[in-house]
């Protein structure tokens, strides 16, 4: 498996797909990470795309999707963990592989999630977004995955596997959860400790843990990305998508209003070109 990419595109919606095709008009080789379908695919008509009218959402989808294959974009289902600058380069975290990066475009959509209590504070001290990253760091320990996500069962008996005592927290009990994994209904209010997570918070009651998986389906971007500006709750960018980290863009929904396709697609072909100038040493405008 190719581990080292010009580019890698974190989302597969309308933004990230777009970013992708104009990546490799201009050569550059492209990793699109995905975690399933797009919000766009469960839309029944969009009627506002212009030159593509009358079309289901997973409709325009598939055309995207297949336009982007064609052009020679490497599209890989699973979860981006962390994205981590180095030595003027990138290290993506996707599902406990390491990949490595000159530039990374941003296009995961809004994530609509509020942190609960203690989240924020704890995260990398005992809170994770990563099952398959971070595993390894509570083998023999007592961990909560709250599962908000499909994966998120699969990442549970991951965790099992390796030696973790897991605790599933959800509304009910999945089919797929492995028989070792306690269950235990309900939501995560809170995550407590001072230095390190000691406990989660479900029912009312603490349930003592050492680490918590928050699984939803989509990563807060200064989650995935530490240090990462945010403005209003959407990532903040220049003209060109820009973020404040440089060699990173971000583009679509997660950078702010209008939340419609051609903006999103827009925005890709947008962050591509500043990307590609990053990647061949162009100086950028100011703006």
Known sequence: METDFDCIVVGAGPAGLSAALNLRQRGKT???????????????????????????????????????????AVLRKGRAGN???????FMVNLDGDILETGAV???????????????????????????????MLYRGR???????????????NFLHGIGCSV????????????????FRAGRVEAVEGGAA???VRVGGAALPVQGVFILRAATPPDAL????????GFVKTDAAMRTNIPGLFAAGDM??????????????LVAALAAVDYLDGVSPMTD
């Open 167 to 182: 605790t599933y927290i959800a509304g009910r009990r999945p089919d797929t959860l492995d028989a070792g994994v306690a």
């Open 255 to 268: 950078t702010g209003k209008p939340l419609q396709v051609a903006n999103a697609v827009g925005d890709g």
């Open 83 to 89: 994205v981590m600058p180095f030595g003027g380069r």
């Open 225 to 232: 990305v530490p240090g990462l500006a945010l403005e209003n």
């Open 105 to 135: 475009v941003l296009a995961c959509g809004v994530s609509k999630a509020k942190p609960v209590p203690g989240e924020a504070e704890l995260l990398g001290r005992g809170v994770s977004y990563c099952a398959t990253c971070d595993g």
């Open 30 to 72: 492209v990793l699109v990470v995905h975690s399933g379908e797009t919000l766009l695919a469960k839309a029944e008509q969009v009627d506002n795309y212009l030159g593509m009218p009358g079309l289901s959402g997973k409709q325009m989808m598939e055309r995207f999707t297949q336009h982007a294959r064609d052009a020679g």
């Open 142 to 156: 007592a961990v909560a995955v709250w599962g908000l996500s499909p994966e998120a069962p699969q990442e549970a």
């Open 197 to 199: 997570v000691e406990a």
